[in-house]
């Protein structure tokens, strides 16, 4: 009778054990909602994830953004991403050097005609400080670029998420004549953006 009654409370103790742990699997809490996520809806998540960054991948890699984000000092130009032809710097704020400054030619518009220089009012590259370069990058290099404060001008996933409204982003889809625009309009970029972010911004596996 009492070797019975110690089998029975070790399968009490065993099952209890069992459910523990998966309850502790099951109701693990999201990052910002606080909410229960299940290991299925993670794993869901992570591949939504992944999916929607390939495509924001796309669009970074475009001339239209790469060409702003180089690994030098020199911006690059036209739909081969080469060195710009006036060879213009960095410069710390990103708006040329010395006399050689984007505002030069680079006017609040378009410049009528084509292949004429496109036009904004803040045209920059990004600071020699936070350099944000996207040329040579893999898409889990620029994933984790990304989403780095120290790398990404100390932007939140709010202010990431606002940024696919920033002016010079706007700019890439209005280039003027004879530019290829990314391979995605920007309504498109913009949904695959925040679907990257707001399903745990996950990294695309290193190759």
Same mark, same amino acid.
């Given at each position: 009778?009492?070797?019975?009654?110690?089998?029975?409370?070790?399968?009490?103790?065993?099952?209890?054990?069992?459910?523990?742990?998966?309850?502790?699997?099951?109701?693990?809490?999201?990052?910002?909602?606080?909410?229960?996520?299940?290991?299925?809806?993670?794993?869901?998540?992570?591949?939504?994830?992944?999916?929607?960054?390939?495509?924001?991948?796309?669009?970074?890699?475009?001339?239209?953004?790469?060409?702003?984000? %180089?690994?030098?000092?020199?911006?690059?130009?036209?739909?081969?991403?080469?060195?710009?032809?006036?060879?213009?710097?960095?410069?710390?704020?990103?708006?040329?050097?010395?006399?050689?400054?984007?505002?030069?030619?680079?006017?609040?518009?378009?410049?009528?005609?084509?292949?004429?220089?496109?036009?904004? %009012?803040?045209?920059?590259?990004?600071?020699?400080?936070?350099?944000?370069?996207?040329?040579?990058?893999?898409?889990?290099?620029?994933?984790?670029?990304?989403?780095?404060?120290?790398?990404?001008?100390?932007?939140?996933?709010?202010?990431?998420?606002?940024?696919?409204?920033?002016?010079?982003?706007?700019?890439?889809?209005?280039?003027?004549?004879?530019?290829?625009?990314?391979?995605?309009?920007?309504?498109?970029?913009?949904?695959?953006?925040?679907?990257?972010?707001?399903?745990?911004?996950?990294?695309?596996?290193?190759?």
């Amino acid at each position: 009778m009492a070797k019975k009654l110690k089998l029975i409370i070790y399968a009490v103790m065993i099952a209890a054990l069992g459910f523990s742990l998966y309850t502790g699997t099951e109701n693990s809490y999201a990052r910002d909602t606080g909410r229960p996520i299940s290991k299925r809806k993670l794993a869901d998540d992570s591949v939504r994830s992944v999916r929607a960054f390939n495509k924001v991948y796309a669009v970074l890699m475009s001339p239209r953004c790469v060409n702003c984000h %180089p690994a030098g000092d020199v911006p690059l130009q036209s739909d081969d991403s080469h060195l710009h032809t006036m060879l213009p710097k960095r410069g710390a704020d990103g708006k040329g050097l010395f006399a050689m400054k984007c505002a030069n030619c680079h006017q609040p518009e378009n410049t009528p005609g084509p292949h004429t220089p496109p036009g904004n %009012p803040n045209w920059h590259l990004p600071p020699a400080d936070m350099k944000m370069v996207f040329q040579g990058k893999t898409a889990h290099e620029l994933a984790k670029q990304l989403l780095d404060p120290q790398q990404n001008g100390h932007k939140n996933k709010q202010q990431l998420i606002e940024h696919a409204d920033d002016d010079l982003v706007l700019a890439g889809w209005n280039m003027g004549e004879g530019r290829t625009k990314p391979p995605l309009s920007h309504a498109e970029f913009k949904k695959a953006w925040i679907e990257w972010l707001e399903t745990g911004a996950y990294a695309p596996p290193a190759n």
